[in-house]
């Protein structure tokens, strides 16, 4: 017999759920298929990760803390940030499709862990005020106000990509050409 690691076990299920929320947003998934596609069992899931709502927060926030690893706002180098965020959405375009499914499920609604995330865009909003106090970043648009068109902008292609496509056009000089005119903007926004 196999000896047992619950540390795989839980990595598979959080790789399951991943995909699974990402395609089928949380009132859609199903614990039955995260359980098939981890090889684990349904009671495995509720005891590590507690309900589907919690797994769901659970592998949102992971998601997120991957990203403000990877990507860290940068305001002394907007451009660079911009291209970092495009680049980590290209690969993980899961991240932004669990976003999209939160807000179309809770909407203006309480998230749980809500305080957690609350933090964590402080520290971003923070970065950003920092630039804005050093004259890196223009004050004209309050940071909060700022950082949210900002990742707005560079997310939005990947939410999106049917209309990225029929307005921008689908072919690799048009998603240059996106990403050329994203970074401008970004650095008009932000100039002093």
Known sequence: MAARD?????ARIFEAAVVEFA?????????????AEAKA?????????????????SVLEKKM????????????????????????HGAHPELLRLLFWEGMEYGTAELPHE???????????????????RGVVSAAIPAPDLLFLLV??????VVVPQMKRIL???????????RDSIK????RIVEE
Do not use: C
């Open 6 to 10: 619950p540390e795989a076990t839980k």
């Open 23 to 35: 395609r089928h947003g949380i009132a859609g998934a199903r614990i039955d298929r995260i359980a």
């Open 41 to 57: 069992n349904k009671q495995l899931i509720y005891a590590y990760y507690g309900n589907k709502n919690e797994l769901f927060a």
């Open 65 to 88: 803390l991957d990203l403000a690893i990877s990507v860290p706002v940068d305001p002394d180098d907007i451009e660079g940030w911009i291209d970092g965020l495009l680049d980590y």
């Open 115 to 133: 305080a957690e995330r609350q933090a964590h865009y402080a520290r971003k909003v923070a970065a950003v005020r920092d630039g804005q106090e």
């Open 152 to 157: 707005a902008m560079a997310n939005w292609a």
């Open 168 to 178: 921008v056009g689908g072919g690799d000089t048009d998603a240059d050409r996106l």
């Open 184 to 187: 401008r903007a970004a650095r």
